[in-house]
């Protein structure tokens, strides 16, 4: 059967695929979306994005639509069985250094369903639901992509230059490539509540984390009338141990006891397994895998949901600048040496926590009655816990890391607001950026400016001169997902060195026309 070709083909429309699909349309890029459901999945899930996810949003273009379903959360308190606080990280609520709050807590549903409405924005991109992806098959320097239409039973077969697997834990697409999971050795079953409620609890609005390891648990407020708990289940239970309310109740009482029962609305309750996976591979030719389909990680970190728009914010760039012939086909090998290891630093993080917060028996809980309210102590521990930074990225061909003293490369530059209340995500927007703490001449400006390219020169005293400083930096180079690809004494080595790559639609405004404090 003949078909035309598309650029990209993403299965699935979860938050990863419809993150990739509206990156690469402000892009200019095709892409066609296929999704088995009609509509959104209708069942609550992730629950929390941080800072550097926060910053994904805002840059496909529904930052302020999010904020109005979004509670920022306050931190996270640890407490004992007994509801005490151990330890406490206060998380400011009005952002850091990701220039958004740094735990944002949410409905998944409402999540997505902003997410597809802004699809309508981008014609470059067609979302069909109510299919179901039979096969996928490299031929002929493209992949054929088989699938039915669930309604009319109707076999249809569409090729595309790339097709991005983005279709969750029992991904079609992984297995197609013949690509498996590892097993990264946890494994904890858990019952998942949904409540909504117009009453006040009037507890403290961040994460609590009960380390118990004979109930372990976790409660936090996700909106203004919802609330998620979490229970860890003992060997035996069940969700069906737990259909409604009254059996729910001597878990939730600790919260409620003083709420009227009448005002609950008992929107779900679910039974899910919690695991740390990684696919031993991340692509195969011209297919990758993003999101669930590629690692799964414990809820501890509230990091599931976020890196898989992680991963497709740092894959669509490169995906776009090769359909469009200005970047080299090789910056695709970048994509899984950057993220898998990211990946898997995370998940060993939420394993780490996991354990450290539910296992040991009655040990554990001295021990931790014992440390847990000294951890402020530990030098570092706080600022690592609050300060919205993940790990850096690993050396790559798009990551200059020298390979004794760290530096910049690799990590994520900060998102400081500047004059006329723009932030540095504003000003990049999408393409490549030179920082440098020195003028530029006219030569090097000219380059930057006809290769598409943006400069910054921070002011004395900002947030974003001071990093540069303190890392010892005069100059690096940024990639369009706000990475520091490399480090430089001058930045005209840099200039020379920027790709022509033409700017993103979601460029906010022209050099021409930049605040005070960039060149």
């Given at each position: 059967m003949s078909s035309p070709t598309i650029p990209v083909v993403i299965v699935g429309a979860g938050p990863a695929g419809l993150t990739a699909a509206t990156l690469l349309a402000q892009y200019g890029i095709e892409s066609l979306v296929l999704e088995r459901w009609e509509g959104v999945y209708p069942q609550p899930r992730a629950v929390?994005?941080?800072?550097?996810?926060?910053?994904?949003?805002?840059?496909?273009?529904?930052?302020?639509?999010?904020?109005?379903?979004?509670?920022?959360?306050?931190?996270?308190?640890?407490?004992?069985?007994?509801?005490?606080?151990?330890?406490?990280?206060?998380?400011?609520?009005?952002?850091?250094?990701?220039?958004?709050?740094?735990?944002?807590?949410?409905?998944?549903?409402?999540l997505e369903a902003l997410l597809r409405a802004n699809l309508e924005r981008y014609p470059a991109v067609t979302l069909r639901g109510g299919v179901e992806v039979a096969a996928v098959k490299s031929e002929n320097g493209c992949v054929r992509v088989d699938f039915d239409d669930r309604i009319t039973g109707r076999a249809e077969s569409v090729r595309a230059n790339y097709v991005l697997g983005c279709d969750g834990a029992n991904s079609l697409v992984r297995d197609a490539i013949g690509a498996r999971m590892q097993d990264l050795r946890f494994e904890q079953r858990w019952l998942v509540v949904d409540i909504a409620t117009t009453a006040e609890p009037g507890h403290w609005e961040g994460v609590h984390q009960v380390c118990d390891p004979r109930r372990a648990a976790t409660y936090m407020r996700i909106g203004g009338t919802r609330y998620r708990w979490e229970f860890r289940l003992r060997p035996g239970e069940t969700a069906a141990d737990y259909p409604d309310l009254a059996r729910l109740w001597p878990l939730l009482a600790p919260w409620l006891e003083e709420t009227d029962r009448e005002g609950l609305e008992l929107v779900r309750v679910a039974e899910y397994t919690f695991r740390a996976q990684l696919a031993d591979r991340w692509r195969s030719g011209r297919v990758f895998l993003l999101g669930d389909a590629a690692h799964l990680t414990p809820p501890f970190v509230g990091q599931g949901m976020g890196a898989g728009l992680r991963d497709a914010a740092n894959l669509s760039w490169k995906l776009a600048g090769v359909l469009r012939g200005e970047l080299p086909d090789s910056v695709l090998d970048t994509y899984e040496p950057e993220r898998k290891p990211h990946a898997r630093a995370m998940i060993r993080l939420a394993k780490v926590t996991g354990v450290t917060m539910t296992e040991g028996g009655e040990l554990g809980n001295r021990l931790r009655d014992?440390?847990?309210?000294?951890?402020?102590?530990?030098?570092?521990?706080t600022r690592m816990v609050t300060s919205g930074e993940s790990p850096p990225l690993h050396r790559s061909a798009l990551v200059a890391a020298p390979r004794i003293r760290r530096g910049l490369a690799g990590r994520l530059i900060p998102n400081e607001r500047l004059a006329e209340g723009l932030?540095?995500?504003?000003?990049?927007?999408?393409?490549?950026?030179?920082?440098?703490?020195?003028?530029?001449?006219?030569?090097?400006?000219?380059?930057v400016e006809q290769r598409g390219g943006a400069v910054l020169r921070p002011e004395p005293g900002t947030a974003l001169h001071h990093w540069l400083r303190r890392a010892r930096a005069v100059a690096v180079l940024v990639r369009p997902d706000g990475t520091v690809q490399n480090c430089a004494g001058t930045p005209s080595a840099l200039c020379a060195s920027l790709p022509r790559f033409a700017p993103s639609a979601r460029r906010a405004h022209t050099s021409s026309a930049s605040p005070e404090g960039t060149d």
């Open positions: 929390h994005l941080d800072g550097e996810i926060r910053r994904i949003v805002e840059c496909l273009g529904i930052g302020e639509e999010f904020d109005a379903i979004t509670r920022p959360a306050l931190g996270l308190r640890l407490v004992d069985p007994s509801h005490r606080v151990l330890a406490q990280f206060d998380r400011d609520p009005t952002g850091g250094r990701n220039g958004f709050p740094e735990a944002n807590l949410f409905d998944q549903p409402e014992l440390i847990a309210p000294r951890l402020h102590l530990m030098p570092g521990l932030r540095v995500d504003d000003i990049i927007a999408g393409r490549y950026a030179v920082i440098t703490t020195l003028d530029l001449s006219p030569r090097d400006r000219t380059i």
